[in-house]
């Protein structure tokens, strides 16, 4: 069973920067993908960063270019840096995961971790 572990949210002034990492355990393989979600209060839940099974990053338009990611142990841990923080980034930050090749294509993971806040002041 593959657990997902997240840690590095908290609270930061707009400007600012916070490291996000999410431990996988359970699995290890070339074929895992994992991504980063988000989801504010009355929102839908939001894909941050996807990475397929190729390896390759997807991310989403509001954050493309004040985030970067990186991989390790194997590729089982994903962290993400993000820069120049906004109000609107505020919301829980969900590590997702899966080993299915077909559910890492089309985004629909099977397992997903507790989530850490990150809340951006103004």
């Known amino acids: 069973q593959v657990q997902l572990v997240e840690s590095g949210g908290g609270s930061v002034q707009a400007g600012g920067s916070l490291r996000l990492s999410c431990a996988a355990s359970g699995y290890s393989g070339e074929d895992f993908c994992m991504g980063w979600f988000r989801q504010a209060p009355g929102k839908e839940r939001e894909g941050v960063v996807v990475?397929?099974?190729?390896?390759?990053?997807t991310y989403a338009d509001t954050v493309k270019s004040r985030i970067t990611n990186s991989r390790d142990n194997g590729q089982n841990n994903l962290h993400i840096l993000m820069n120049s923080l906004k109000s609107e980034d505020t919301a829980m930050y969900y590590c997702?995961?899966?080993?299915?090749?077909?559910?890492?294509?089309?985004?629909?993971?099977?397992?997903w971790g507790q989530g850490t806040q990150v809340t951006v002041s103004s």
């Open positions: 990475i397929n099974s190729y390896g390759d990053s």
């Open positions: 997702a995961a899966d080993y299915n090749f077909v559910r890492c294509q089309n985004h629909r993971y099977n397992f």
